[in-house]
C-alpha cells in the first residue's frame, strides 16, 4: 500500500507561484504519477503526470508552458511548480499513482492523497 500526503496549497494573486509537494510512504505501484485538479461542481481533471523512472512529463492544456511536475527519488516525492496562476486554476489538488502508462483517466490511478486547497484570486 501506498500512503500519498500533499502540501504546499494556499492563497496566491493571479500571476503569482505555488509550489506543491505531494510525500510518499509505503510500497506498492509507484510507476506513474500524476496531478489532478477538482474544483466546485466539476469533474476531477487532469492536470500532468511524469513517469517515476524516467522523468517523462506530460501536461494538460491548460496549464502546459505554466506548470512544471518533476519528482525526487530519493525523498519519494513528487512536486507541481505553478506559475502565472490564473483565478480558473483554483481548485483542490490531488496527487496520484498507478501503473497505467500514459493516462489522464482519474479511474486508472490507483493512490490519491487527500488534496490541497489552492485559491487564486483576481
Known amino acids: 500500500q501506498v500512503q500519498l500526503v500533499e502540501s504546499g496549497g494556499g492563497l496566491v494573486q493571479a500571476g503569482g507561484s505555488l509550489r506543491l509537494s505531494c510525500a510518499a510512504s509505503g510500497r506498492g505501484a509507484n510507476n506513474y504519477a500524476s496531478w489532478f485538479r477538482q474544483a466546485p461542481g466539476n469533474e476531477r481533471e487532469f492536470v500532468a503526470r511524469i513517469t517515476w523512472g524516467g522523468g517523462i512529463t506530460y501536461y494538460a492544456d491548460s496549464v502546459r508552458g505554466r506548470f512544471t511536475i518533476s519528482r525526487d527519488i530519493l525523498k519519494n516525492l513528487v512536486y507541481l511548480q505553478m506559475d502565472s496562476l490564473k483565478p480558473e486554476d483554483t481548485a483542490v489538488y490531488y496527487c496520484?499513482?498507478?501503473?497505467?502508462?500514459?493516462?489522464?483517466?482519474?479511474?486508472?490511478?490507483?493512490?490519491w492523497g487527500k488534496g490541497t486547497q489552492v485559491t487564486v484570486s483576481s
Open positions: 496520484a499513482r498507478g501503473r497505467v502508462p500514459n493516462s489522464d483517466d482519474a479511474h486508472d490511478y490507483d493512490y
